[in-house]
Structures are given as C-alpha cells and as structure tokens.
C-alpha cells in the first residue's frame, strides 16, 4: 500500500522544485496538473525524470475567455504525458459567460484522437452532466472527477458509466461533502489534495500531511488507504491496456 495524491497543482506552491522532491521523497504517487498547454511544455522538462510525480498536460476551463486554446500546443504536449489535466467545464458564476466556448474546447480535449490510454482529471463545477455527456460521447475510458460537487443522480450515473471520483479533505468538513464521499462506490474512490487550494485547517497541505489526512479519510471510510492504493494501481492497468487496444 501507499499514498496517492491525484490532483495538486504544484506550480502554485512558493517552491515546486521542492514539493516535488518531497513527494519523491515519501514514495508518493501524485498527478501534477496544469493550467495550460503552454505551462506544461515550459516546465516539462524539470519532472520528466522523476518517479513517483507525473505531469498533466491541462486547459482549465477558468482560462477560457482569457487565453486562446491552443491546439497545437496541446498536441505537442500529448507526445510527452499519458496524464490530462486539469481540463473541464465550470458553468458557476462569471465563467457561465462562455459556456459555448468551453465546451468547444472540452470536446476538443477529449476527442476520440487524443483520449486513448490517457488519464483525465476533470473539472466539473455546476456542469457535472455536461462533462459526463461529453466523456461519453467522446468513448473516453479513464477520467476521475475531481472534488465532485453535484447531485447523487449523476454521481450515480458517473459511478455506471465506470468513471472515478478523487476527494480531499476539505469534503469532510462539510455535510454535503460527507455525503458525496459515502455515496461514491468504493471501487471507484480516489484521492487529492488540490493544494494548494484546498486547505486544511486554514494551512497549505504538504505531502508529509497525507499520513494525518488519510487517517481523518480512515473514521469515515475503514482501510480507506487500502482501497485507494488498490483503485490507483486498477486505473493505470486499465490505460495501459486501453493504449494498447
């Protein structure tokens, strides 16, 4: 068994270079995800030797409106990861003024072309079936929805449409959050830290807070460790035969 962290965003820590030595360090499995094509390939070059972090190449759907999705940077990029992310939909507040437009993208993104043997971490805010339309019309096989926040209809028809969920501490403390944690099949249950974002007790989390987190994850969820290590090793024995096929 071990630690897995399927969703932080690196680059936003004051000393990435050093966080990523750290999870190296603790032996912990963790998908770097990114902002933008441009982003990956510019950095890249830093973490394709290491282990235990492996890059996503992303266009978050918060971009949109502000910089142009550019494709061929985005295929470029796909020459050198099997991860994706962080790509989506958010249809709340502000961003619901270009809808058209991330779904556009988001269809791009997962195009039967690009999506063989990759892994997605998707962004689904206020549009979790609109993702799950798209990620199925589109064939794609492997995709976590990261930090869920919609209805128990639809994480049900996530659930049997055989994708995966990661959640992260800041779910437990909140009703809702609980709920969506206890509703997620086990055998589709995964986790993330979203840090820097997503705190814990108002603190930035760091790999060597995954042990106390996972423990917290533990009260909630027995051999909660177990589970997600043994879901971890699944998803990626599926994108290889996937890749293959």
């Known amino acids: ?3 897995v962290d399927l969703h932080v965003h690196i680059d936003f820590y ?4 050093e966080l990523a030595k750290e999870y190296e360090r603790l032996k912990i499995y963790a998908i770097f995800v990114t902002y933008l094509p441009e ?3 510019k950095t890249r070059y830093e973490y394709e030797n ?3 972090v492996r890059m996503a190449l992303g266009f978050h759907p918060d971009m949109v409106g502000e910089y142009i999705f550019n494709k061929n940077e985005f295929e470029k990029g796909l020459k050198y990861t099997k991860y994706i992310g962080e790509v989506g ?3 709340s507040g502000s961003n619901q003024r270009f809808k058209k437009e ?3 993208i988001f269809q791009q993104i997962t195009n039967p072309k690009y999506n063989k043997g990759n892994i997605y971490s998707v962004h689904s805010r206020k549009a979790e ?3 799950l339309e798209i990620l199925k019309e589109n064939n794609v096989k492997n995709a976590i929805f990261h930090w869920y926040t919609g209805g128990k209809k639809t994480l049900k028809d996530i659930a049997e449409s055989g994708y995966f969920f990661s959640v992260n501490h800041k779910m437990l403390s909140s009703k809702n959050g609980l709920e969506i944690i206890q509703s997620i099949p086990k055998s589709q249950l995964l986790f993330e830290t979203d840090g820097p974002f997503a705190r814990k007790e108002k603190k930035i989390v760091y790999p060597q807070d995954l042990k106390e987190i996972y423990e917290d994850f533990e009260k909630v969820i027995p051999d909660f460790e177990k589970i997600v290590f043994s879901n971890f090793k699944r998803l990626l024995f599926q994108k290889d035969i996937d890749r293959i096929n």
């Open 1 to 3: 068994m071990g630690y």
């Open 39 to 41: 982003i990956f390939l």
């Open 89 to 91: 939909l958010d249809f």
């Open 50 to 52: 290491y282990k235990y």
């Open 129 to 131: 079936e609109e993702v």
């Open 14 to 17: 004051s000393e990435p270079l």
């Open 102 to 104: 991330q779904i556009e």
